[in-house]
């Protein structure tokens, strides 16, 4: 370590005790809601919460509530042999409900893989979102349906569809032909984590969103970990300041702060609908499970970590504002959290009930248009697996 | 007015452009240096001039982001046309190509379209630096999701660069640059056969070359030089390498009993040995010899100063039909 660079099996060892969360030059972000559960004033952003109604407020609680509910049970379904892989947003509700609450429904957003609350809000249900975990298809909803891409799983690569997208919405408004289907004042989110903001991809996304000053929102969410690797290991600078070097504005904000992520959304959204061209913004906040349930946090990080975090959760925080608040009783609270018991048994019912994509469909949708060899293939499986059939009848007729 | 053209296939291709911009104006152009400059091939020259930098758009420097925009701008319902520069810089892309490009469609179950032209001049003979002069495409053939073009005149060049682009599967179309400045009549009003067919190029009883791209008029040459010998080649374009017209090749070799394949590729995990593999299935008891492939070494492409003795020539060919017929039937 003695030339400065981080040795992996140094820092592996060291993760016990350390806070890896803590990263060398601070920015202090922007929150309007204290761990304690009180809200500060903020002159730029408390206005953006100033005009939300009760329900409103309410309607936050409810998706946060509703994806934490859904992530226990996925990790259960897991558990028992029932998905492939679960990939938890434990802790990013906040992060993730603010967001995307602030911007409109007829913006297009480029998830990953983990903006499970995000997809709850645009209306995905719950077996649409755990399709692809359950590995009966590839993807479980239409993304224009929801303005909602399906998720990707090689790391950025959607923030250059994200950014084509956006150049597309350009191109659309100079030649006055934004179709009837989307919105004349759209905007763009491109989510990305933490560790993939070291991918290519995310680079020249960025330079590309710079230059056609395209209408373009980042949301990295900083959740401090990528698998077992921290974030400081990606930046040794806050993520946020790499807007700066393209040029655009980034902010940071408290991601277990479901206020300040709504007023900072709220804020650069409604900066890059004028036109302002590309904006950032790094929420910090912490991914309180496994990466999936493939993995083992144990192995690189200390327990006082997680337990500082807890201290933070999203949902206790505005939990207890709300209701010091006078927005919502415990009679809220318990409608609540029976309605996502209701929800857990459905879901866990239609869950199991998801049939597998048909091979043939699989072959069908390799090319839209006709292709000699997937329709040789194709037949001949149909050919083959009729063999066995008649083979299994013939062996009936004997019996 | 005749709509019957002699032109140069670099100017085919310009013209099969400017033909789609001025039909569809959700098609769009992007790649480096395609604007004031015209492509280092020159390729889109004027274009920028005619449709705009709108629609003629000067990208970073940056392959990844080109492919990446260009499926963004597609499932916008844009029709882009992506250049890269030359041959050894689409592996910068690769990842956005196979993983994204190829796979939208099928991942979504049918519900996003990516109607993406990636136009990559490829191959050798141009005496050019490293990463300049490669023939990656067996690569791309291995990823299912992709069609493969290779045109190697004028005519085709012009109508399957105009099928590509309003085909709403992706599409990479090969051009090969040694031949860009090969002229040939190219007819506006009467489209080459279907993009994805092959073609017999000449027809001949005793042995096929069949082959794609810049290898097309060696072939022809081949032919032309075994007639002296009086063996009678036919010579098959193979045009389309995904999806691949096995059967129009497997007829001819069926016909003729003998059979090479050419490419600038290396042949090891080439598209000659698949050619090879279809054909034995198809055709084998026709055969007199086994199919034998041409095609370049097992190493990184050359320096250019030896890439005479790399690529395939007329001489190349001869020998693989001679060859072809050292073999005898078996009893």
Known sequence: MSDGRPARRASISGAVGEDHTVQPEEVQPVQLLTPEGKLAENEVYSPFIAELSAEKLRELYRYMAMERRLDAEATSLQRQGQLALWAPALGQEAAQVGTIAAIKSSDMVFPTYREHAMALYRGISPEELLTMFRATRHTGWDPREHNFHVYTLVLASQTLHAAGWAMGIKQDRRTDSVPRDRAEDEIVVACIGDGATSQGDAHESMVFAASYELPLLYFIQNNHWAISVPTRTQSRGPLVNRAKGYGFEGVRVDGNDVLASYAVASKLSGDIRAGSGPKLIESVTYRMGAHTTADDPTKYRSSEEEELWKGRDPIARYRSWLSSAGHADEGFFAEVDAEYKDLAADMRKSVLALEPIDLDRVFDTVYSEPHRQVETEKAWLKDYEAGFAEEQTEAGTAG | ?331
């Open chain 2, 1 to 331: 007015m005749s709509a019957i053209k002699e032109m140069v296939m670099a100017k085919a291709i310009t013209a099969a452009l400017r033909d789609e911009l001025a039909a569809d104006q959700k098609t769009l152009l992007i790649g480096e240096d395609i604007g004031a400059l015209g492509g280092v091939f020159r390729v889109t020259e004027g274009l920028q001039a005619e449709f705009g930098p709108h629609r003629v758009i000067d990208s970073p420097l940056a392959e990844s982001g080109i492919v990446g925009t260009s499926i963004g701008m597609a499932m916008r319902g844009y029709r882009p046309v992506a250049e890269i520069q030359f041959d050894g810089f689409v592996f910068p892309a690769f990842n956005q190509i196979t993983t994204q490009l190829a796979k939208m469609h099928n991942r979504t179950d049918g519900r996003v379209k990516v109607p993406v032209t990636i136009r990559l001049p490829y191959g050798g003979h141009i005496g050019s630096i490293e990463h300049h002069s490669e023939s990656p495409e067996a690569l791309f053939a291995h990823t299912a999701g992709l069609r493969i073009l290779a045109p190697s005149n004028p005519q085709d060049a012009y109508w399957m660069t105009r099928q590509a682009i309003v085909s709403d599967d992706p599409v990479i179309i090969l051009e090969p640059k040694r031949r860009y400045w090969l002229k040939g009549k190219v007819d506006l009003d009467n489209p080459a056969p279907d993009a994805f067919r092959a073609q017999v190029l000449r027809e001949g009883t005793d042995a096929t070359i069949a082959t794609y791209g810049p290898l097309v008029p060696v072939a022809l040459a081949a032919a032309e030089a075994a007639r002296a010998e009086s063996r009678s080649i036919e010579v098959v374009d193979i045009r389309s390498i995904s999806p691949l017209d096995d059967e129009t090749i497997a007829r001819s070799a069926a016909k003729t009993q003998r059979l090479i394949v050419a490419h600038e590729a290396p042949t090891f995990g080439g598209i000659g040995g698949e050619i090879a593999a279809r054909v034995a299935e198809r055709a084998h008891h026709r055969l007199l010899a086994p199919v034998l492939r041409v095609g370049g070494f097992h190493m990184p492409y050359p320096p250019s100063a030896q890439e005479h003795r790399y690529l395939p020539d007329i001489d190349r060919m001869l020998e693989a039909v001679d060859r072809s017929f050292s073999y005898q039937r078996s009893a």
